[in-house]
């Protein structure tokens, strides 16, 4: 049974970081893509960056572009996010999601939240200005 902890959130001051982590268990492939997504409340779940763990190609959304950075450690099989210059447009519950690659992960082009069959509990990030 494959499940994802999602840990990291709190509360932070605009101009603040984070790191968020997302423990991978029970995905038996060795290569995977993993995301993370984000939703606040009364908005669309938003995809904010994805990797291919396989060779670590990554995408990332506009608006995180250039101060949110996606890892991988293979050997924990955890998947990281650093989130660095936060203001309030970040605050909102973070996903991590898991499934096998797919091209467009591989690629480092985006990746939809349909295509991640399995997902964590969230973690909540708030940001106050």
């Known amino acids: 049974q494959v499940q994802l902890v999602e840990s990291g959130g709190g509360s932070v001051q605009a101009g603040g970081s984070l790191r968020l982590s997302c423990a991978a268990s029970?995905?038996?492939?060795?290569?995977?893509?993993m995301g993370w997504f984000r939703q606040a409340p009364g908005k669309e779940r938003e995809g904010v960056a994805n990797?291919?763990?396989?060779?670590?190609?990554?995408y990332y959304a506009d608006s995180v572009k250039g101060r949110f950075t996606i890892s991988q450690d293979n050997y924990k099989n955890t998947v990281y996010l650093q989130m660095d210059s936060l203001n309030p447009e970040d605050t909102a519950m973070y996903y991590c999601?898991?499934?096998?690659?797919?091209?467009?992960?591989?690629?480092?082009?985006?990746?939809?939240?349909?295509?991640?069959?399995?997902w964590g509990q969230g973690t909540q990030v708030t940001v106050s200005s």
């Open positions: 990797i291919y763990t396989g060779g670590g190609s990554t």
């Open positions: 999601a898991v499934d096998l690659p797919t091209d467009g992960c591989a690629s480092g082009s985006w990746v939809p939240s349909g295509l991640f069959g399995h």
């Open positions: 029970g995905y038996t492939y060795s290569s995977k893509c």
